[in-house]
């Protein structure tokens, strides 16, 4: 097949890719999705019980004003279904799906340094000739299938939470064996336990899981955010991204053991779960101030699991709370009071592999019909290293990354021109609500290829000593953080092996968008123009 012409290609279409493609919908855009339709991760992870964990009137786009008044979110917190149709409505209401080449995943870029031109490569065989590419591959997209043998041998069905069928799932009747108890096994586990004769949860660590409070959306509350969006969304970008959260100014170890109780009781029943995190100004910064909000959330557990045994399995006690995202949970600890219920400790008997009946730990087999693997992501990095990328000189990202990413500003790589990527390595992304700081980065990706074509560049790259500098800013920004203390997917620990530190930037939205803004207006500090 010959190839063809673009002006930039866009991977992924997702929320970031979809918005991409509209900002700079004046360009000639090529965009490839690896699956048969629009959403990214509300396409792809439509397991039972998925649903966002940050209101739903703020985690949707702000770029049209339009948009945001006309359409209606039925709950507090949207589940998959309304997700995807909010993306599908975002698609066809700006013309975006006609651009979209479905069900072909871009496998090989090879940068061309002679024309400063990238050729794409897609799975169906397109060969697409473009200047820039956008790299919208989600950070949370690249599915992690732990490396257990016997994997052909088990006789019933196995299922990945992010690689959900979209036909019904039903486990009426079933023995159920479930992996993994991050956020998405908290919100796919206290359905499947309704429907499953028996379920048997297997945990590694346990997480912090906050109840969500959701129900239908109220019309003033609606009314109230549809009057006031464009503050709002203001307020986000200023903000941890997350503007429902009362950011406090006292310290934990200001307030009497009566107030910090009363101040976390109101911080538990709030309408963000983050809010915990917040409580205090010192959560995150202070050992013993987390240890405070740890222990009250371990007497919650205590007060709602019945069985003391599992209560303290169900009790994180080896990483700060905050160290891994806060989970949301609807019913998820009083599940465990169910009879058809167990939940195995895998730290102390680890899983060796899976049987033709079930899988087997150190301890025991056990038997089941399905299994469900609720094992996460290779984050942030996977879905960049899985694209066989060849930059300059033959160079290829997966070596350059081999001890962990480095970027500059999160959005470019030395030695890969004109290749920039939406919540990339080193960006805040679930450090933020995503589409607002996904729609922030897109618009500053898109000022940059305006100004280039303005200024009649053909190359735009990160220099080496500005991927320094940044990790420098990465690491003093975590270092001040007790997320450095948790083994979690934000330094790669949650997968065997993977290499390289925190890959996430902590330092908040505002600074971060300031940083990058500061860049360019000191005339492209950082990178290199022809
Ligand atoms: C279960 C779950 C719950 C979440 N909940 C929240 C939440 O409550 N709040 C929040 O802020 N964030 C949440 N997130 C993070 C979420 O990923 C972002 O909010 C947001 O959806 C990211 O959008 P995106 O377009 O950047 O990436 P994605 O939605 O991940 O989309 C990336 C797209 O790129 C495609 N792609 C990847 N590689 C290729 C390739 N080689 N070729 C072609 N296509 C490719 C993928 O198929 C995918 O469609 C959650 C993530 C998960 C997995």
Redesign the pocket.
Known sequence: MGSENADIVI????????YAMHRLRNYKVVC????DG????????R?PG?????ESME?SYGFDEALQQEWNWPEY?SAQPDLERYANHVADRFGLREQVRFS????RLAFDEASNLWHVH??QGDHVVCRHVI????????PNLPPWPGRETFTGEIYH??RWPKENVDFSGQRVGFIGTG??GI?ATPIIAEQADQLCIFQRTPAFCMPSGNRPLDESHEHDWKTNYAERREQMLNSY?VSLVDYSRFSAHDCTPEEREQILEKAWHSRSAFQLLFAFSDVMTDKQANDMVCDFVHRKIRAIVHDPETAELLCPTSYPIGGKRLCMGNGYYEMYNRENVELVDVRSSPIVELTAKGLRTTDQEYEFDAIVMATG?DAVTG??T??DIQGRAGNTLLEKWKNGPTTHLGSMVAGFPNLFM??GPATPG?Q????T??EWQVNWTADIIEDMQRKAFSRIEATVDAEQAWAQEVDACASQSLLRLADSWYNGKNIEGKKGGFMVYVGGFPRFAQLCEQAIEEDYSGFVLE
Do not use: C, K
């Open positions: 991977i992924g279409a997702g929320f970031s890719g979809l490839f999705e690896a699956g629009v959403g990214g991760t509300w396409y792809w992870n397991y998925a649903r966002v964990d940050i985690y917190f072909n995943p871009v496998r897609s799975e790299a919208a591959t989600g950070s949370l997209s690249a939470t992010a956020s998405s919100q991204g992501f879905a960049m899985r694209i939406i919540h679930a933020a609500q995503m589409i700081s996904g």
